[in-house]
T-cell receptor
Framework: KAGVTQTPRYLIKTRGQQVTLSCSPI?????VSWYQQTPGQGLQFLFEYFSETQRNKGNFPGRFSGRQFSNSRSEMNVSTLELGDSALYLC????????????FGPGTRLTVL | DAKTTQPPSMDCAEGRAANLPCNHS???????VYWYRQIHSQGPQYIIHGLKNNETNEMASLIITEDRKSSTLILPHATLRDTAVYYCIVRPRRDKIIFGKGTRLHILP
Protein backbone atom coordinates (compact mmCIF):
# COMPACT_ATOMS: atom_id res chain seq x y z
CA LYS A 1 0.00 0.00 0.00
CA ALA A 2 1.42 3.38 -0.95
CA GLY A 3 2.30 5.73 1.88
CA VAL A 4 1.36 9.35 2.40
CA THR A 5 2.53 11.51 -0.46
CA GLN A 6 3.14 15.22 -0.37
CA THR A 7 3.74 17.58 -3.24
CA PRO A 8 5.82 19.46 -3.94
CA ARG A 9 8.76 18.24 -1.85
CA TYR A 10 10.59 21.56 -2.04
CA LEU A 11 9.33 25.07 -2.65
CA ILE A 12 10.88 28.52 -2.67
CA LYS A 13 8.67 31.58 -2.40
CA THR A 14 9.12 35.25 -1.60
CA ARG A 15 7.51 37.29 1.14
CA GLY A 16 3.93 38.28 0.43
CA GLN A 17 3.23 35.42 -1.93
CA GLN A 18 0.85 32.59 -1.19
CA VAL A 19 1.46 28.87 -1.40
CA THR A 20 -0.62 25.70 -1.64
CA LEU A 21 0.67 22.35 -0.45
CA SER A 22 -0.94 19.03 -1.27
CA CYS A 23 -1.27 15.79 0.66
CA SER A 24 -2.59 12.44 -0.52
CA PRO A 25 -3.35 10.11 2.40
CA ILE A 26 -2.95 6.36 2.46
CA UNK A 27 -5.75 4.69 0.56
CA UNK A 28 -8.75 4.20 2.84
CA UNK A 29 -7.62 6.77 5.38
CA UNK A 30 -10.17 9.49 5.99
CA UNK A 31 -8.36 11.82 8.39
CA VAL A 32 -5.55 14.18 7.48
CA SER A 33 -3.55 16.33 9.89
CA TRP A 34 -1.01 19.03 9.11
CA TYR A 35 2.05 20.02 11.14
CA GLN A 36 4.73 22.68 10.86
CA GLN A 37 8.28 21.86 11.92
CA THR A 38 10.91 24.52 12.54
CA PRO A 39 14.22 24.33 14.41
CA GLY A 40 13.01 26.84 16.97
CA GLN A 41 9.46 25.69 17.64
CA GLY A 42 9.71 22.02 16.80
CA LEU A 43 6.67 20.13 15.54
CA GLN A 44 3.47 22.13 15.87
CA PHE A 45 -0.05 21.00 15.05
CA LEU A 46 -1.83 23.08 12.44
CA PHE A 47 -5.18 21.40 11.84
CA GLU A 48 -6.96 18.09 11.27
CA TYR A 49 -9.58 17.30 8.65
CA PHE A 50 -12.02 14.43 8.66
CA SER A 51 -14.88 13.94 6.23
CA GLU A 52 -14.11 17.26 4.58
CA THR A 53 -14.56 19.13 7.88
CA GLN A 54 -11.95 20.74 10.08
CA ARG A 55 -12.12 18.86 13.39
CA ASN A 56 -9.22 20.33 15.31
CA LYS A 57 -7.15 23.47 14.96
CA GLY A 58 -3.84 24.57 16.38
CA ASN A 59 -2.75 28.03 17.39
CA PHE A 60 -1.83 29.54 14.03
CA PRO A 61 -2.97 32.77 12.40
CA GLY A 62 -5.76 32.84 9.84
CA ARG A 63 -3.20 33.02 7.04
CA PHE A 64 -2.95 29.28 7.42
CA SER A 65 -5.95 27.42 6.04
CA GLY A 66 -6.75 24.04 4.67
CA ARG A 67 -9.38 21.90 3.12
CA GLN A 68 -10.15 18.29 2.42
CA PHE A 69 -11.76 16.86 -0.68
CA SER A 70 -14.26 14.03 -0.97
CA ASN A 71 -11.46 11.60 -1.86
CA SER A 72 -9.71 12.56 1.43
CA ARG A 73 -6.90 14.40 -0.30
CA SER A 74 -6.04 17.61 1.49
CA GLU A 75 -4.47 20.92 0.70
CA MET A 76 -3.15 23.62 2.97
CA ASN A 77 -2.70 27.22 1.96
CA VAL A 78 -0.55 29.93 3.44
CA SER A 79 -1.28 33.46 2.31
CA THR A 80 0.91 36.54 2.61
CA LEU A 81 4.02 34.52 3.34
CA GLU A 82 6.45 35.71 6.01
CA LEU A 83 10.07 34.75 6.50
CA GLY A 84 9.06 32.85 9.63
CA ASP A 85 6.86 30.54 7.59
CA SER A 86 9.97 28.80 6.30
CA ALA A 87 9.58 25.29 7.63
CA LEU A 88 9.01 21.65 6.91
CA TYR A 89 5.26 21.05 6.52
CA LEU A 90 4.22 17.53 7.37
CA CYS A 91 0.99 15.78 6.59
CA UNK A 92 -0.23 12.72 8.48
CA UNK A 93 -3.10 10.41 7.68
CA UNK A 94 -5.08 8.02 9.83
CA UNK A 95 -8.05 5.75 9.35
CA UNK A 96 -10.43 7.79 11.44
CA UNK A 97 -10.29 11.07 13.34
CA UNK A 98 -7.64 11.07 16.02
CA UNK A 99 -6.79 7.39 15.79
CA UNK A 100 -3.78 6.05 17.59
CA UNK A 101 -1.54 5.57 14.60
CA UNK A 102 -0.84 8.51 12.35
CA UNK A 103 1.27 7.89 9.27
CA PHE A 104 3.39 10.83 8.25
CA GLY A 105 4.48 11.85 4.78
CA PRO A 106 8.00 13.03 3.90
CA GLY A 107 7.01 16.68 4.15
CA THR A 108 7.26 19.77 1.97
CA ARG A 109 10.27 22.00 2.63
CA LEU A 110 9.13 25.61 2.19
CA THR A 111 11.69 28.40 2.03
CA VAL A 112 10.49 31.99 2.10
CA LEU A 113 12.98 34.59 0.86
CA ASP B 1 2.30 23.05 25.58
CA ALA B 2 3.65 19.53 25.79
CA LYS B 3 2.74 17.69 28.98
CA THR B 4 5.88 15.57 29.04
CA THR B 5 9.49 15.97 30.11
CA GLN B 6 12.25 14.05 28.35
CA PRO B 7 16.04 14.27 28.51
CA PRO B 8 17.32 16.21 25.51
CA SER B 9 19.78 13.53 24.46
CA MET B 10 20.98 10.02 25.27
CA ASP B 11 23.61 7.63 24.03
CA CYS B 12 23.31 3.87 23.72
CA ALA B 13 25.77 1.26 22.47
CA GLU B 14 24.73 -0.72 19.43
CA GLY B 15 23.21 -4.06 20.40
CA ARG B 16 22.28 -2.92 23.87
CA ALA B 17 18.81 -2.03 25.11
CA ALA B 18 17.94 1.65 24.84
CA ASN B 19 15.77 2.87 27.69
CA LEU B 20 14.17 6.24 27.06
CA PRO B 21 12.43 7.86 30.05
CA CYS B 22 9.48 10.20 29.99
CA ASN B 23 7.88 12.12 32.83
CA HIS B 24 4.19 12.97 32.61
CA SER B 25 3.27 13.77 36.19
CA UNK B 26 0.09 15.69 35.27
CA UNK B 27 -1.40 12.96 33.09
CA UNK B 28 -5.18 12.65 33.29
CA UNK B 29 -7.14 9.44 33.58
CA UNK B 30 -8.31 9.52 29.98
CA UNK B 31 -4.90 10.28 28.47
CA UNK B 32 -2.79 7.71 26.71
CA VAL B 33 0.99 7.65 26.40
CA TYR B 34 2.25 7.58 22.81
CA TRP B 35 5.72 7.32 21.40
CA TYR B 36 6.81 8.48 17.98
CA ARG B 37 10.26 8.87 16.51
CA GLN B 38 11.68 10.99 13.74
CA ILE B 39 14.69 9.87 11.80
CA HIS B 40 16.60 12.71 10.20
CA SER B 41 14.81 14.29 7.23
CA GLN B 42 11.82 11.96 7.50
CA GLY B 43 8.32 12.34 8.89
CA PRO B 44 7.65 11.03 12.42
CA GLN B 45 6.93 7.31 12.80
CA TYR B 46 4.48 5.82 15.29
CA ILE B 47 6.10 3.34 17.68
CA ILE B 48 3.71 2.30 20.43
CA HIS B 49 1.07 3.55 22.84
CA GLY B 50 -0.54 2.49 26.11
CA LEU B 51 -2.95 3.55 28.85
CA LYS B 52 -1.78 1.85 32.04
CA ASN B 53 -0.61 -1.64 31.16
CA ASN B 54 2.78 -2.40 29.73
CA GLU B 55 2.72 -2.88 25.98
CA THR B 56 5.02 -4.62 23.52
CA ASN B 57 5.11 -4.76 19.75
CA GLU B 58 7.66 -5.67 17.12
CA MET B 59 9.47 -2.36 17.54
CA ALA B 60 9.56 -1.68 21.26
CA SER B 61 8.18 -2.14 24.75
CA LEU B 62 6.42 0.52 26.79
CA ILE B 63 6.59 0.38 30.57
CA ILE B 64 4.19 2.68 32.43
CA THR B 65 4.53 3.12 36.18
CA GLU B 66 1.61 2.17 38.37
CA ASP B 67 0.82 5.81 39.19
CA ARG B 68 1.13 6.59 35.44
CA LYS B 69 3.33 9.60 36.14
CA SER B 70 6.21 8.29 34.10
CA SER B 71 7.02 5.74 31.44
CA THR B 72 9.97 4.15 29.67
CA LEU B 73 10.30 3.19 26.04
CA ILE B 74 12.60 0.21 25.56
CA LEU B 75 14.28 -0.64 22.27
CA PRO B 76 15.58 -4.13 23.09
CA HIS B 77 18.52 -4.34 20.71
CA ALA B 78 19.41 -0.92 19.40
CA THR B 79 20.91 -0.59 15.94
CA LEU B 80 22.41 2.38 14.15
CA ARG B 81 19.10 2.79 12.32
CA ASP B 82 17.45 3.60 15.65
CA THR B 83 19.32 6.90 15.80
CA ALA B 84 16.48 9.44 15.86
CA VAL B 85 14.55 11.94 17.95
CA TYR B 86 12.03 10.13 20.15
CA TYR B 87 8.86 11.92 21.22
CA CYS B 88 6.77 10.96 24.22
CA ILE B 89 3.22 12.35 23.97
CA VAL B 90 0.22 12.17 26.24
CA ARG B 91 -3.23 12.85 24.88
CA PRO B 92 -6.80 11.65 25.03
CA ARG B 93 -7.76 9.41 22.18
CA ARG B 94 -9.06 11.30 19.18
CA ASP B 95 -7.31 14.49 20.25
CA LYS B 96 -4.58 16.35 18.40
CA ILE B 97 -0.94 15.40 18.91
CA ILE B 98 1.20 17.96 20.74
CA PHE B 99 4.87 17.19 20.22
CA GLY B 100 7.51 18.29 22.74
CA LYS B 101 11.21 18.58 22.07
CA GLY B 102 11.86 14.86 22.41
CA THR B 103 15.05 12.94 23.17
CA ARG B 104 17.79 12.74 20.59
CA LEU B 105 19.04 9.15 20.78
CA HIS B 106 22.53 8.42 19.48
CA ILE B 107 23.40 4.79 18.86
CA LEU B 108 27.14 4.32 19.17
CA PRO B 109 28.88 1.65 17.07
Amino acid sequence: KAGVTQTPRYLIKTRGQQVTLSCSPISGHRSVSWYQQTPGQGLQFLFEYFSETQRNKGNFPGRFSGRQFSNSRSEMNVSTLELGDSALYLCASSLEQGTDTQYFGPGTRLTVL
Amino acid sequence: DAKTTQPPSMDCAEGRAANLPCNHSTISGNEYVYWYRQIHSQGPQYIIHGLKNNETNEMASLIITEDRKSSTLILPHATLRDTAVYYCIVRPRRDKIIFGKGTRLHILP
